[in-house]
């Protein structure tokens, strides 16, 4: 079952430059798909279009041309309410996603609030809602009534991924989780995302620029060369036997996880 469908998306922005707007494209015709439960792994140079197609497929930025869908319905203006909480994002800087004046508890339930605004709930109810989020991500409930600056990047990050998982969606878009983490940090924070997957059964769009990383997580990988897929396949065909003249290039630029 196709969870995701990305099909012939296209984007352009305008840009003034100089006396002149320009036309910048940013996505070309862009498609791919991700059965329900595994791991799509977007990898691409700075710029190429990643958070672009992220922003799409999330229903924040609107595609010039080409349709997502998701479990067959299309995302748009008339769709994205009922599918939004169906599908997480989870983006690369861990402190600016949380506000800072809020505690833990109200930051991690905040969806649940917003969601089901019509049914009532208790403030011990919310409060032992924020505690099991919190084990899901590996943190405990002293964690409930303290603010972010209080906590590292990567604890800052399981408290993101603890709001992104409050609504229980079935899709995480996670747009360079672990770039702003340090090396041993971000593995465990990657090794949190598979670990949730396996027990969630959650399907993954899993942004990075780093060939390792996305080796370590995806099904199957799709390189993204200024807006185009240049290649798309199995994660061990595409490592092991790259076609595309870029993919080497991206492969060859990264060292391994084991000496990241
Ligand atoms: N709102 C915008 N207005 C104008 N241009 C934009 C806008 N958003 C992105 N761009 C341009 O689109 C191109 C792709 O940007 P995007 O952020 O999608 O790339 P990326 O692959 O996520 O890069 P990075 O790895 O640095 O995060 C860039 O040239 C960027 O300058
Ligand atoms: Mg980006």
Redesign the pocket.
Same mark, same amino acid.
């Given at each position: 079952m196709i969870r995701i469908a990305v099909d012939e998306v296209s984007k352009h922005? &305008?840009?003034q430059a100089a006396l002149r707007r320009v036309t910048?494209p940013?996505?070309d015709r862009v498609s791919f798909e991700i059965p329900r439960g595994q791991t799509l792994g977007l990898v691409? &140079?700075?710029?190429?279009?990643?958070?672009?197609?992220?922003?799409i497929v999330l229903g924040l930025?609107e595609a010039d041309a080409g349709q997502v869908r998701m479990d067959g319905v299309a995302v748009d203006a008339t769709t994205i309410a009922g599918l939004r909480r169906r599908m997480q994002p989870v983006f690369?800087d861990p402190a600016a996603a949380l506000d800072p004046r809020m505690r833990v508890v109200d930051l991690v339930t905040e969806p649940l609030v917003i969601h089901r605004s019509g049914a009532r709930q208790s403030r011990a109810s919310l409060r032992q809602a924020a505690a099991e989020l919190l084990r899901s991500v590996g943190m405990d409930a002293s964690a409930l009534e303290r603010y972010p600056h209080e906590f590292s990047g990567g604890q800052k990050q399981r408290i993101n991924i603890a709001r992104a998982l409050a609504l229980r969606p079935e899709i995480l878009v996670l747009?360079?989780p672990v770039s702003a983490l340090d090396v041993s940090v971000a593995a465990q924070v990657i090794n949190l995302l598979r670990a949730l997957q396996q027990e969630l059964g959650m399907t993954y769009l899993f942004?990075s620029?780093s060939m390792p990383l996305v080796r370590y997580l995806s099904t199957r990988i799709a390189v993204?060369e200024q807006?185009r897929i240049v290649e798309i396949g199995e994660t061990e065909e595409v490592c092991q036997r790259p076609r595309a003249a870029y993919t080497r290039r991206l492969l060859e630029a990264t060292p391994t996880l084991e000496t990241a």
């Open positions: 922005y &305008e840009r910048v940013v996505l691409g &140079e700075s710029g190429s279009g990643k958070s672009t197609l992220a922003r930025v690369q747009d360079e942004i620029h993204l807006g």
